[in-house]
């Protein structure tokens, strides 16, 4: 079993839908990330969050520590949001180091 | 600022031959990795460097090496090149292992 898991893995949505994507892990973690991967082009870093709700635009992020799930909203979906949405925890590696464990991604795609 | 940049964009490599690929950050980051993604799959972590100096192994290092000589560089080297290195290789770097990661266009290898 992966340690950061997504869901679902794909969705298609109508251009004005709300989006939601979900993220599991089962280890102790620093700060969850939700990053964008544009088709053929590089990552770019959405969010950051080790607790409650942080909102940028249309995209919101919720993160409960507790039940270990984290989630990203979409509201308003346009086409131009369709990308894969991938979810990385920051997990302590051996001793002196963290990494960054990335679930599967979520590959999203708006419809006109 | 450029941010986190990668060289080449694109490769095609016979077996057996050696590259290295490059990247740089001038965002003065301690933390700089090595990932790769496979078709579907998420990100591993090849190599990573707390500063310069000090490397260390991720969860699939095997056929690569790294150097950090200095803040700004993290090439990572394949020296026996193999099909099973073809894949989409991803620079990052982040302030330290808690703060947002920025990453590279990625460079995208090809092994014949």
């Known amino acids: 079993k992966n340690e950061v898991e997504q869901s679902p893995q794909n969705l298609t949505a109508q251009e004005g839908e709300f989006i939601t994507i979900n993220c599991s892990y089962s280890v102790g973690i620093s700060a969850l990330h939700w990053l964008q991967q544009h088709p053929g082009g590089g990552i770019v870093s959405l969010f950051m969050?080790?607790?409650g709700k942080k909102k940028h635009g249309r995209l919101i992020a919720t993160i409960n520590i507790q039940e270990k799930h984290s989630s990203l909203h979409i509201t308003a979906s346009h086409p131009r949001d369709s990308a894969v949405y991938i979810c990385?925890?920051?997990?302590?590696?051996?001793?002196?180091?963290?990494?960054?464990?990335f679930g599967g991604g979520t590959r999203v795609l708006v419809k006109p | 600022n450029a941010g986190v940049t990668q060289t080449p964009k694109f490769r095609i490599l016979k077996i057996g031959q050696s590259m290295t690929l490059q990247c740089t950050q001038d965002m003065n980051h301690n933390y700089m990795y090595w990932y790769r993604q496979d078709p579907g799959m998420g990100l591993k972590l090849i190599y990573y460097?707390?500063?310069?100096?000090?490397?260390d192994k991720g969860e699939v290092p095997n056929g690569y090496n790294v150097s950090r000589s200095t803040t700004e560089d993290f090439p990572l080297r394949l020296e026996l090149a193999a099909p099973s290195q073809t894949s989409v290789y991803f620079c990052?770097?982040?302030?330290?292992?808690?703060?947002?990661?920025?990453f590279g266009q990625g460079t995208r290898l090809t092994v014949v």
């Open positions: 990385a925890a920051t997990v302590s590696f051996k001793a002196a180091g963290n990494k960054l464990t």
């Open positions: 460097s707390v500063g310069a100096g000090i490397t």
């Open positions: 990052a770097s982040s302030y330290s292992y808690a703060t947002e990661a920025f």
């Open positions: 969050l080790s607790s």
